[in-house]
């Protein structure tokens, strides 16, 4: 084995391609998987280093049956899953539909879970055995913005997936933590420098946080020996409404 294997959900755009290309800087074989090839394609080429684009819905378990089958065929083993994909969603409570619920569960909840398990089957399995998973987080599993219950209610859920994983791991070698992250300056935050809805009703604009800050604080919890781990790390701009939201 030359290098160590990486595979990062979400990784055609913002936070995922970033880290993915810092994780491929890093000497890390890398494998991006989403839902868009183009997006992915291009990743995969930036990225360089024998990486691969593999388009895959996190919600379908036969889709994300299919990404770890390439994984281990292309590789034979997995050392770091960054589960990054997600979706988010803006509406009053009584306007979300039973189906823009379902959506966000399947993209920022099942689809970690899914993916989580089978990096376990794969961990476990392999020689060395272990590897590491970080989640994707959120200031959110700490606080809601309004309007926001499904995003919220799934990066809680994401907290007790990662303790839960942590626990389960800790016999097979596996370390798991989660990121939670404040305004990192992607497309997804770009309304931000517009105004975002506060609590208290009013719009106002939020700093962000430059995204290579957020790859650097991945690459650290990513670099650590498996004996050692950063269960919860929040990387945020220093003055974004957060502590005292609401």
């Not at 476990?124 to 700490?142: C, D, E, L, M, T």
């Not at 990192?184 to 939020?206: F, I, V």
């Amino acid at each position: 084995m030359t290098a160590k294997v990486a595979l990062v959900t979400g990784g055609g755009s913002g936070i995922g391609r970033a880290v993915a290309l810092g994780l491929g800087r890093a000497g890390y074989s890398v494998v991006v998987a989403g839902r868009r090839i183009g997006p992915l394609e291009a990743a995969a080429r930036d990225i360089g280093n024998g990486a691969i684009a593999v388009p895959a819905d996190v919600g379908d378990p036969k889709s994300v049956g299919a990404l770890f089958a390439r994984v281990k065929q292309a590789f034979g083993r997995l050392d770091l899953l960054f589960n990054n994909a997600g979706v988010s969603l803006s509406l009053p409570m009584d306007e979300i539909s039973f189906e823009q619920w379902q959506a966000a569960i399947g993209a920022n909840l099942t689809g970690p879970f899914l993916c989580t398990q089978e990096a376990f089957r794969l961990m476990k399995a392999q020689a060395p055995q272990g590897g590491r998973i970080i989640n994707n987080g959120s200031i959110s599993a700490h606080v809601p913005r309004p309007n926001m219950a499904p995003y919220t209610a799934t990066k809680h859920g994401i907290t007790g997936l990662t303790k839960s994983t942590a626990l389960e791991g800790r016999q097979w070698n596996i370390a798991c933590g989660q990121i939670d992250i404040g305004n990192a300056a992607t497309d997804m935050t770009s309304r931000m420098q517009t105004g975002a809805l506060q609590a208290n009703g009013t719009t106002a604009t939020e700093p962000r946080l430059d995204v290579t800050h957020v790859v650097d604080a991945v690459l650290y919890m990513a670099g650590l020996p498996l004996d050692a781990n950063v269960l919860f790390m929040t990387v945020m701009a220093t003055t974004m409404p957060y502590v005292g939201r609401g």
